[in-house]
């Protein structure tokens, strides 16, 4: 089996305007995209920025590898459901990828495990690959992350027919106990559970499984081996931040 690229993505949730995120994508299309390791498919990178931003940034990245997708789907194909974005419509403006189930989502606006499995197949049946957000409410051992966390996982799955099963899915595993935390999930924790998830997704050969805590540079060596790639959050908001990890990724994949 080919080994996997590393994985980086970025969500930009709702820190950033529509003319900032224009000027970081058009930045990231010019300086980052052009990068060997991006072009040769050892790194892979996703942007997700707000819907509106969404026509100017897939012009941005058109004749780049780097995908974009939406931050929300609702979890029905259609209808009358005001104010929602369907995966329909993501599919067809040339999304690629859709987040599903971040503990924000969760926490503030309700969305339990049924809503997430009814996304994760609106998203599956449409082309798109889900990034699928998983993590323990409370801090325990790892074997206790794992089967919760592989628990998220196939109640995410189960509307899923067999053949979408094979489809592509990104795993970001974010401890929610740790989200805002004074300090972060040790190195020794976020290895145990990745880990233990790429596991048991070792038979779903076109699955990732990325970190999505606090990221800096530096994070992705010392998790080398333990993990597919990150979820980037605030320090990547940096242009130039972002460069930095993908020529840390870069150089994993050339050792």
């Known amino acids: ?40 498919g050892r790194v892979s990178l996703f942007v997700l920025p707000s819907f509106p931003a969404l026509p100017p940034v897939l012009e941005c990245f058109a004749d780049t590898p780097i995908g974009v997708g939406g931050q929300n789907l609702y979890q029905s194909p259609h209808g009358a459901y005001t104010g929602e974005v369907s995966g329909a419509m993501l599919a067809e403006m040339g999304c690629r990828y859709v987040e599903i189930g971040h503990a924000e989502r969760r926490r503030l ?25 998983i993590g323990e409410a409370d801090h325990g051992d790892p074997f206790e992350a794992i089967a919760d966390c592989r628990e998220q996982i196939d109640s995410a799955l189960s509307l899923a027919t ?66 597919d790639g990150l979820f980037l959050g605030r320090f990547a908001h940096d242009p130039a931040a972002f460069e930095t990890i993908v020529n840390e990724a870069a150089l994993l994949t050339s050792n």
């Open 162 to 227: 067999p053949a979408q099963r094979s489809q592509q899915l990104v795993i970001a595993y974010e401890p929610h106990w740790a989200i805002g935390a004074a300090q972060p999930a040790s190195l020794a924790h976020i290895a145990a559970v990745c880990q233990g998830l790429r596991e048991h997704l070792s038979r779903h050969s076109s699955a990732t499984v990325i970190y999505g805590g606090s990221a800096g540079p530096g994070l992705l060596t010392r998790l080398a081996g333990q993990v």
């Open 1 to 40: 089996m080919a080994k996997l690229p590393i994985t980086l993505g970025i969500s930009f949730k709702m820190y950033f305007g529509y003319a900032q995120t224009v000027s970081w994508c058009r930045q990231i299309a010019d300086k980052v995209a052009p990068h060997p390791a991006i072009q040769d």
């Open 109 to 133: 606006f309700g969305e339990d495990a049924h809503v997430v499995a009814a996304k994760t197949q609106v998203a599956l049946e449409h082309g798109l690959v889900p990034v699928l957000c």
